[in-house]
């Protein structure tokens, strides 16, 4: 072992270490990696930025934009809501067609981002229903996490692996080479999910009062416990408050008082005005408080700004439902935003909405929660604009939107350019099916389209790319060259001959399967594929066999992240909403591993032979 591929190996740990504490950002560590590479002279600068340049860099930067044109033009909620239509108040019903419709957009958009659209609809259905949302919620992340396996383009990973087929001057698999392992393994699922689901009987049901299908917004400030805390506060003439900006007042330091809206005269009647740190006050307003502070001395606070109590009934907000808009949502778990509080992020001048309650383990917190550190799992009551909530879950992909009250509307129909956006899918989908165009010009047309029929505008295009995974991919691709550079795939390769090459090729297939899923637990699916491609090339040219069952058996395995919360961001989103803990996906997620490993060891051979 020369001292060059040794540095390679440290580098390579020191990364992985870094993806699995969390601490640092996975794409700044992807950057570091370039440049050390850079630096110790390992690799030259072309070598260290070839992923810019890589076909499906630009191919899965497009495919994020036309997952986020079906989300704007709704065709995404609509399935949803077709969805409960189809169930009923079946559960098995309502199992089967979740994870069938899941993996089924999923196959032409981030699955990420498909299981984010379906976790309200899953609550409503629990609620619904009756049943505990843990009885829906694995079976949604596990649907997502096998969607990956439906067509070429449902995941990174298997770019990665077909761009390195390409690289070694072989032909790429087509669209469709993968889908039928996906589609067994997808009712292989099924069937298991229906037997597991047994394992959340006990688990506690959503109350009934909790609403029938949608929660009120008298149920949330009852949950939340913002009963008594709401006030409505009018300025009088010659208030120090007239004139004045929200942030230069500081009134959640000096009182408690979260100010959450402004009722204002416009054309003859009072409206609801949202509020944020450069709104002045004036005279005759009236202002929505949220006192979260329970010492201070209302009368005293009132005589001091000169205000006026006013009379705030129990269906104030309902009856305000047009103006003002209250929603739970959970940071997602990979924002930067963890362990900062509300205050230090600034929401609401970031987001022009305040957040009036917080509940960690189902419970909600008292005192103020403005001050309370963000924690993975944690649902936040927030109360604005209803676009201004409804754009929080796109705005930095920082948020998820769990749940819209039944005040926001009782049905979300599709936008007018809901067709315009199928027609481009299946557009692209064929074009990539004729050979005759690239799949990333097909993709980028199908962009180009969505565009031109206001699908998607600018902003929102450049804002649906989730970067980094981008950079990420971007940044582990030079690993891969080193390592092949360096003798470290050589290395690797002849371990796995020594401990397998003697039983033939479909122990050759587990070994890999067992090494992609066991390195997988530590850093991202992604990342996985981009070391695990050029290894198992390498270890079919030494074998002398087909390179295609080994490159597919990487491309599964890296999507086979089922075993533990933290093996994908799909797992770790339903963490929270489903109240699972860490051991309920080891108790799920092993055994269907080693099915999916099962399956695809026998299939894969006969799909493509050696």
Known sequence: MNGELIWVLCLLAIAVVLFATGKVRMDAVALLVIVAFVLSGTLSLSEALAGFSDPNVVLIAALFIIGDGLVRTGVATSMGAWLVKMAGSSEIKMLVLLMLTVASLGAFMSSTGVVAIFIPVVLSVSMRMQISPSRLMMPLSFAGLISGMMTLVATPPNMVVNSELLREGLAGFGFFSVTPLGVVILLMGIVYMLLMRFMFRGEKALDPRDGWKRRTFRDLIKEYRLTGRARRLAIRPGSPLIGQRLDD??????????????????????????????????????????????????????????????????????????????????????????????????????????????????????????????????????????????????KGREFLVLNMPIEESAASPAHSQAPHAVFCLVLMVALMLTDEIPNPVAAIIACLLMAKFRCVDAESAYKAIHWPSIILIVGMMPFALALQKTGGVDLVVKGLMELGGGYGPYMMLVCLFVLCATIGLFISNTATAVLMAPIALATAKTMGVSPYPFAMVVAMAASAAFMTPVSSPVNTLVLGPGNYTFSDFVKVGVPFTVLVMVVCVLLIPMLFPF
């Open 249 to 394: 007042l500081k009134l959640r330091e000096r009182y408690g008082a979260n100010v959450i809206g402004v009722e204002r005269w416009r054309r003859f009647r009072r409206v609801i005005v949202n509020v944020n740190g450069v709104s002045e006050f004036r005279a005759r307003d009236v202002l929505l408080i949220d006192m979260s502070a329970a010492d201070v001395d209302l009368r005293e606070f009132c005589a001091e700004q000169l205000l006026e109590p006013m009379i705030l009934r129990g269906e104030y907000f309902s009856d305000q439902a047009l103006d003002v808009g209250m929603a739970e949502v959970s940071p997602i778990p990979e924002t930067e935003l963890l362990g900062k509080t509300v205050r230090e992020i600034g929401f609401r001048s970031r987001y022009g909405l305040n957040v009036v309650g917080l509940k960690r383990d189902g419970e909600a917190m008292s005192g103020v929660v403005v001050d309370e550190p963000l924690q993975l799992g944690d649902i936040l009551l927030v109360v604005g604009n209803w676009k201004l909530i409804s754009q929080l879950g796109q």
